[in-house]
């Protein structure tokens, strides 16, 4: 199985730039592909970015998108969310998620497309 942990979160002023890194165990990381999300306080779980399983396509949820990019270094079993311009709206718990093989060769955009998820780190801007 897979176990995830999330690292890089903290205080940022808004325009402010974080990397999140998400480290995850095991041999077979290239065959998951992975996915940030993220949760506000009183807020529903969203989808954030999406990688394949060799990085070959990408996918953000419109908020984000040019702001924030996701990458993946198959050789050290992580994946990176780089955060720039950081705006107040942003600030919320990153969650890191894998989602293995589901038959078919489609973006990963929901939740439950994913089965293993790590303990989150916390993400603030202010304004």
């Known amino acids: 199985q897979v176990q995830l942990v999330e690292s890089g979160g903290g205080l940022v002023q808004a325009g402010g730039s974080l990397r999140l890194s998400c480290a995850a165990s095991?041999?077979?990381?290239?065959?998951?592909?992975m996915g940030w999300f993220r949760q506000a306080p009183g807020k529903e779980r969203e989808f954030v970015a999406t990688i394949s399983r060799i990085g070959s396509s990408v996918s953000y949820t419109g908020s984000v998108k040019g702001r924030f990019t996701i990458s993946r270094d198959n050789t050290k079993n992580t994946v990176y969310l780089q955060m720039n311009s950081l705006k107040p709206e942003d600030t919320a718990v990153y969650y890191c998620?894998?989602?293995?093989?589901?038959?078919?060769?489609?973006?990963?955009?929901?939740?439950?497309?994913?089965?293993?998820w790590g303990q989150g780190t916390q993400v603030t801007v202010s304004s």
């Open positions: 095991g041999r077979t990381f290239s065959n998951y592909a």
């Open positions: 998620a894998a989602a293995g093989p589901k038959g078919g060769s489609y973006v990963y955009t929901r939740s439950h497309d994913y089965d293993y």
